[in-house]
């Protein structure tokens, strides 16, 4: 009979042990949140939207595991954690890749706009080879106004260097040097009609 | 004996709850739920967030809802585990799920021809309105407008390859802020070339000139701004045509000096001047009693400043059309040698805008 009690504690105690001493890994939630958060406020979203979507969906997997865990009878958050922690750390890995990203954007962008501010300023050295004065060419003074033009899209652009909208930079500054690759072109026609 | 028995059945019990807990097989999760997340992370980077934001967020609502159901399966014993239902509600999610995908899609085909159509509109709209502001010299600030417009275009182009039709579209709604501004510049000119009363009398000028070439045996000049065009007549027939070359607001009447442009009007040769700075010239009598007229009413109603003066010295000389003049107007020198021999002093020379209503100007700003 003493057997049979010890044999029921000793069940009993590991039923105890097996449903109770499991708890919620709350630290690991909270830590993978904070962990996508910074990696958000670094600029996750804007420089790595689909890693920060994957980090968000994978935060969630984690929590339905959780969820699982929660509703059994014997708890085992042992899967949710490693979920957790590989949110956490890869979360924590974008977050130092976003300045090279960022750094990327910028040296990309600058280059695009060096690019399109000589381009608009070889077709200005352009129009200063051009006749002057009353020889002007109607088609030069057109054409002016359009580097004028360009010149205003150039000021355009290095106003969202300064904001870091780098991306739209470029797109500005790649579309100004095709622009003025062709006013070149037509100055330089024009040019060489009057010769 | 008995105490035997009893552990002998209590260990019996313990081992078939062991084998229950950890030796039966748990029923197999549906493949669907995984499907059905990779569906939404598809949706998502299809745009369904952009273009069908309430329809994803009911299909988000609905695959949450379904793995809740998923999850309390899971959470049961392995024996108890029925994932049946859970794949149907799956299966449904993933079918609504392909038919917001293929919505998505179609939207995606439609705006991308939407723009692609507003994309030549513009094309087609700013090809013309740089001709014409070629054509009357109008370059400045319509000009610099017109190729703001040509960039924020580009941008379009570059943003629907991308598949950005949202930004696309952004950008497309300020283009015609910007063509409007440059037609707006060069409406005033243009106007006048489309305006049949003023075609009218400008016909009118040109019908009396004629008839004067007609009636007196002489020579006779008519030119046309829009035409490019000196035509000079001889006993009321066109006798030769040349080229001409007119000044940057060669297409406005001139109404003071300075204003680089062409006066309109009813004039007649007073000087001929075999050296001129422009190889040989013709100078007529501008301002003539109309411009004086027109003149001092402008100064009266403030439309020009008290200072400035009528002007004077226009001439019809050489140094080639391509030049861009004061407001005189230019021939090729061979042409100028031609027509200096041809006139004398007192030849009439009308100049006007258009003669005809059905003109370049006119057909193409009903397109603008």
Redesign the interface.
């Known amino acids: 009979m003493k057997r049979l009690l010890i044999s029921l504690t000793v069940a009993l105690a590991m039923m105890f042990v097996l449903t109770s001493c499991a708890k919620q890994p709350t630290q690991e939630m909270n830590d993978s949140k904070a962990a996508i958060d910074a990696a958000i406020a670094e600029g996750g979203e804007k420089y790595a939207k689909e890693e920060v979507k994957k980090l968000n969906d994978d935060l969630t997997a984690a929590m339905d595991e959780i969820k699982v865990q929660d509703g059994k009878f014997f708890k085992n958050y042992d899967k949710a954690k490693e979920m957790l922690a590989a949110v956490k750390s890869g979360a924590d890995a974008l977050k130092a890749e976003i300045p090279a990203r960022k750094e990327k954007a910028k040296n990309d962008a600058t280059a695009a706009l060096d690019a399109a501010k000589t381009a608009v300023s070889d077709a200005k050295a352009l129009l200063a080879k051009a006749p002057k004065g009353k020889g002007t060419k109607a088609d030069i003074e057109a054409l002016k106004a359009d580097v004028a033009g360009l010149e205003a899209a150039l000021t355009e652009a290095d106003g969202m260097m300064t904001s870091e909208d780098y991306f739209a930079a470029i797109d500005k500054a790649n579309g100004a040097k095709d622009k003025a690759a062709q006013v070149a072109e037509q100055i330089s026609q024009a040019m060489a009609k009057k010769k | 004996m008995h ?1 035997r028995f ?2 002998g059945i ?1 260990s019996t019990f ?1 081992l078939i709850c062991l084998s229950i ?1 950890y030796g039966c097989k748990a029923a197999p999760v549906p493949p669907e739920v995984a499907l059905a ?1 990779t569906q ?2 598809e949706l ?2 299809a745009g369904a967030e952009i273009y069908f934001p309430r329809e994803y967020r009911e299909h988000k609502a609905v695959l949450r809802n379904g ?2 159901h998923f ?2 399966e ?4 392995v024996w108890f585990r029925n994932y049946e239902s859970v794949q149907k509600e799956f299966s449904s999610i993933i079918s609504n799920g392909n038919n917001l995908f293929k919505k998505i899609q179609e939207h995606k085909s439609s705006k991308s021809a939407a723009i692609a159509g507003q994309i030549v509109f513009f094309q087609n709209k700013l090809e013309t309105l ?1 001709k014409l ?2 054509l009357i ?1 109008e ?10 417009a ?2 924020l275009l ?2 379009v182009q ?2 629907t390859e991308k598949g950005k039709f949202q930004e696309a579209e952004k950008k497309l709604r300020i283009i015609p802020v910007y063509t409007a501004s440059a037609t707006e510049a060069i409406a005033p000119v243009l106007n006048r070339y489309a305006n049949k009363e003023q075609i009218a009398k400008w016909r009118a000028w040109v019908n009396d000139t004629i008839e004067v070439s007609r009636e007196k045996g002489i020579y006779s000049i008519f030119v046309s701004k829009l035409d490019r065009k000196l035509i000079l007549y001889k006993n009321g027939v066109p006798y030769k045509t040349y080229a001409i070359g007119l000044g ?1 607001n060669g297409f406005h009447d001139k109404l003071h000096a300075g204003d680089l442009a062409t006066p309109e009007g009813k004039y007649r040769i007073t000087k001929k001047q075999p050296r001129s700075k422009y190889y040989k010239a013709l100078l007529i009598n501008y301002p003539n009693e109309e411009d004086s007229r027109q003149f001092a009413r402008a100064k009266k109603n403030g439309l020009i400043s008290t200072k400035v003066g009528i002007g004077g010295l226009i001439e019809i000389h050489g ?1 080639g059309i ?5 407001g005189c107007i230019a021939l090729e020198n061979n042409n100028m040698d031609e027509l200096y021999h041809l006139v004398d002093i007192g030849t009439p020379v009308t100049i006007v805008g258009a003669i005809d209503y059905d003109n370049i100007i006119s057909s193409t700003i009903k397109d603008l």
């Open positions: 105490s009893v552990h209590l313990l807990l997340e939404e992370h998502w980077r793995k809740d999850i309390a899971q959470s049961r014993f740089k502001t070629t010299n370059g400045r600030l319509s000009r610099r407008q017109l190729m703001t040509e960039l580009n941008e570059r943003l940057k140094g391509e030049g861009m003049t004061y």
